[in-house]
């Protein structure tokens, strides 16, 4: 396995974490990418698209949960979704 595979499967199990909260919102979070520098690519999901306080979750709740859990995260960064 390599090293971007392994950190990948850390932040996605952080991710597991952090899915029930958002699920009670009727929203959720899917994981775009991992860059080898760090920074974790995501797309909010559901009621999470369009909500004014999506910017604040992701950095208050996804980004300093991933942080916590997964030290090689630098940033936190949302994709948005194309329709």
Same mark, same amino acid.
């Given at each position: 396995?390599s ?13 597991d974490?952090?899915r029930?909260a958002l699920?009670?919102d009727? *929203?959720d979070?899917?994981?775009v990418e991992?860059t080898g520098?760090? !920074? $974790? +690519? %995501?797309r909010?999901?559901g009621?999470?698209v369009?909500?004014p306080?999506a ?5 208050? *709740?996804?980004?300093a949960?991933l942080?916590?859990?997964?030290p090689e !995260? $630098? +940033? %936190? ?7």
């Open positions: 396995m090293e971007n595979q392994e950190l990948t499967q850390r932040v996605e199990k952080a991710l974490m952090i029930p699920r009670m009727g *929203g979070i899917e994981l991992v520098d760090g !920074v $974790v +690519r %995501v909010l999901q009621a999470c369009g909500c306080s910017a604040i979750t992701l950095q208050a *709740g996804v980004e949960t942080k916590e859990q997964v !995260v $630098v +940033r %936190v960064e949302n994709v948005p979704t194309m329709f």
